[in-house]
T-cell receptor, first 114, second 112 residues
Framework: EAGVAQSPRYKIIEKRQSVAFWCNPI?????LYWYQQILGQGPKLLIQ????????DSQLPKDRFSAERLKGVDSTLKIQPAKLEDSAVYLC????????????FGPGTRLTVT | SQQGEEDPQALSIQEGENATMNCSYK?????LQWYRQNSGRGLVHLIL?????REKHSGRLRVTLDTSKKSSSLLITASRAADTASYFC????????????FGKGTRLHILP
């Protein structure tokens, strides 16, 4: 079974530029998560989708971050404009459905903002 | 916000020894999970223990949960070089089993 796919794996941008990350969850998984992991810390949930609907985006900085999952499969996370403090690894995870406890993570995208 | 806090922050042991790391949390939970993160395999789920369970085993892993003390421990027996990784506890939000909050993690280094 293929795992969660993410691209790109690495991205370096200057502050005030925009960037987008892509995630393809495990086939059939209805729930998709985006996390931000700053160096030395645990992952922090940014947004959770159930199919193409948002379940939780309480910690998403909506002035600069946006995410969508239009067809209930792939998802994109965008940052516009980026700040230095956005430098982190962005992890995508999926699970079979709402209420499912275990999450399956992708390899992440390491973002460096200079 | 991070609910769980792992202790110690970093741990180095000799290969073959046992490694113990602890997690303390602040509010009531339905379950607690442990995840491992290394550069090779990313973040991987290890084990889940429910609030009505006190101990659980999986291979060389043993997890305990003390809800009265709001703490959990992860024991890795007979450590191997491949166990070198960061270990995170993740606690569920009451009423939302699919929302988990990660701690800052324990960085474990197995010495040859």
């Amino acid at each position: 079974e293929a795992g969660v796919a993410q691209s790109p794996r690495y991205k370096i941008i200057e502050k005030r530029q925009s960037v987008a990350f892509w995630c393809n969850p495990i086939s059939g998984h209805a729930t998709l998560y985006w996390y931000q992991q700053i160096l030395g810390q645990g992952p922090k949930l940014l947004i959770q989708f159930q199919n193409n609907g948002v379940v939780d985006d309480s910690q998403l900085p909506k002035d600069r971050f946006s995410a969508e999952r239009l067809k209930g499969v792939d998802s994109t996370l965008k940052i516009q404009p980026a700040k230095l403090e956005d430098s982190a690894v962005y992890l995508c995870a999926s699970s079979p459905g709402q209420g499912w406890r275990e999450q399956y993570f992708g390899p992440g995208t390491r973002l460096t903002v200079t | 916000s991070q609910q769980g806090e792992e202790d110690p922050q970093a741990l180095s042991i000799q290969e073959g020894e046992n490694a113990t790391m602890n997690c303390s949390y602040k509010t009531s939970i339905n379950n607690l999970q442990w995840y491992r993160q290394n550069s090779g395999r990313g973040l991987v789920h290890l084990i889940l223990i429910r609030s009505n369970e006190r101990e659980k085993h999986s291979g060389r892993l043993r997890v305990t949960l003390d809800t009265s003390k709001k703490s959990s421990s992860l024991l890795i027996t007979a450590s191997r070089a491949a166990d070198t990784a960061s270990y995170f506890c993740a606690t569920s939000v009451i009423g939302r089993d699919d929302k988990i909050i990660f701690g800052k993690g324990t960085r474990l280094h197995i010495l040859p």
